[in-house]
């Protein structure tokens, strides 16, 4: 079956470089997450989109920005990186948007490994 | 606001033991609640999950029970292996967006 596809798998960058994550979520799902994981730690909500509108905002710093396109397929921007931005980035996808806080899983990609030098 | 607390690891277990992890859980209303499954160097992966108070998740001999009473759901399994070693988290959707909110994660180590 079609797993979530994300690219880089392993991206390496300076500080202050730009980087741009991408998501490509399992067809017909309709909505896409974007979590930070640190080392050690446990994913980090930042972003989400259902049909190619934001629909949450979390802990993502002004310096990022995201969006998904008319294919479904979400990018994630990153600016003026910092050491403290090396983590995992996973992007997960859904069918629908989880109303009511109902039962629809997240189907998670494999991650796309950011290290800042 | 919401939240998920899980017992701090790590877990050392031999091989065949029995395994509990813990989670609890804050939130307003009933949500869904998942564990994943991490294992080393890859993404998560959903192990199972509980929609409603009272229902068992099941999967690969894991189970977990969504206890409303004591607003828990821990991890269950009778006979761990070596390829059980893995860090769990235990999530729940915390808004109508579904976003998942996680435990800190417990890493279980199983040796033969």
């Known amino acids: 079956a079609a797993g979530v596809i994300q690219s880089p798998r392993h991206l390496i960058k300076e500080k202050r470089e730009t980087a741009t994550l991408k998501c490509y979520p399992i067809?017909?799902?309709?909505?896409v997450y974007w979590y930070q994981q640190g080392p050690g730690q446990d994913p980090q909500f930042l972003i989400s989109f259902y049909e190619k509108m934001q629909s949450d905002k979390g802990s993502i710093p002004d310096r990022f920005s995201a969006q998904q396109f008319s294919d479904y397929h979400s990018e994630l921007n990153m600016s003026s990186l910092e050491l403290g931005d090396s983590a995992l980035y996973f992007c997960?996808?859904?069918?629908?948007?989880?109303?009511?806080?109902?039962?629809?899983?997240?189907?998670f990609g494999p991650g796309t490994r950011l290290t800042v030098l | 606001g919401d939240s998920v607390t899980q017992m701090e690891g790590p877990v050392t277990l031999s091989e065949e033991a029995f395994l509990t992890i813990n989670c609890t859980y804050t939130?307003?209303?009933?949500?869904?609640l998942f564990w994943y499954v991490q294992y080393p160097g890859e993404g998560l992966q959903l192990l199972l999950k509980?929609?409603?108070?009272?229902d068992k998740g099941s999967n690969k001999g894991f189970e977990a029970t969504y206890r409303k009473e004591t607003t828990s759901f821990h991890l269950e399994k009778g006979s761990v292996q070596v390829s059980d070693s893995a860090v769990y988290f235990c999530?729940?959707?915390?808004?109508?967006?579904?976003?998942?909110?996680f435990g800190q994660g417990t890493t279980l180590q199983v040796k033969p």
């Open positions: 999530a729940l959707p915390t808004s109508n967006t579904g976003k998942l909110i």
């Open positions: 997960a996808s859904s069918l629908v948007l989880a109303g009511s806080r109902g039962g629809y899983e997240q189907f």
């Open positions: 509980a929609t409603k108070a009272d």
């Open positions: 067809p017909r799902h309709d909505t």
């Open positions: 939130a307003t209303g009933y949500p869904s």
